[in-house]
């Protein structure tokens, strides 16, 4: 679960994965630095079984814009920025929501935006909504529309 740490875990809150079972993967999840340290950010390493095929999957969490969010952020792009260094000798795909504007929708770069541009320019990663999405809106909510960001 997302947000509760990959060795203690705790109530209340947190995401989760589906996989499909016919898929035949073998899945582990990868610790993070400290249960505090990593809250938000699920680690997976996904091999295939019988098979030599491996790929890192990240869901995270970026808190929403706030003066304590920023320090806490910087903290989730540090443990990203490992991640990605660690298994540089697998496929990444990072995904989540990352609470960043990057001007797909005309809307001015926030924070979170900036992080994100610099961490997918930083890691040669692709932002799939501005590539892909051809910066069309991606959800739907109830008053309006939300982007989501794939890297």
């Known amino acids: 679960m997302i947000g509760k740490g990959c060795v203690k875990w705790q109530k209340n809150g ?51 814009m706030g003066p304590l969010s920023q320090e806490e952020n910087v903290k989730k792009y540090t443990i990203l920025e490992k991640v990605v260094q660690e298994f540089s000798r697998f496929p990444v795909i990072v995904m989540g929501d990352m609470n960043g504007h990057v001007v797909i929708l005309g809307e001015k770069v926030n924070e979170n935006g ?31 529309k939300q982007q989501f960001t794939m890297c």
């Open 14 to 64: 947190g995401g989760g994965l589906i996989v499909k079972n016919a898929l035949n993967w073998k899945l582990k999840e990868i610790c993070v630095g400290h249960e505090h340290e990593n809250e938000d950010i699920l680690v997976m390493r996904c091999k295939k079984v019988q098979a030599n095929e491996c790929i890192i999957l990240v869901v995270c969490y970026m808190t929403t």
């Open 114 to 144: 900036h992080k994100l541009i610099d961490f997918c320019k930083g890691n040669e990663f692709e932002n799939l909504n501005v590539t892909i999405g051809n910066g069309l809106h991606t959800y739907r909510v109830r008053n309006g």
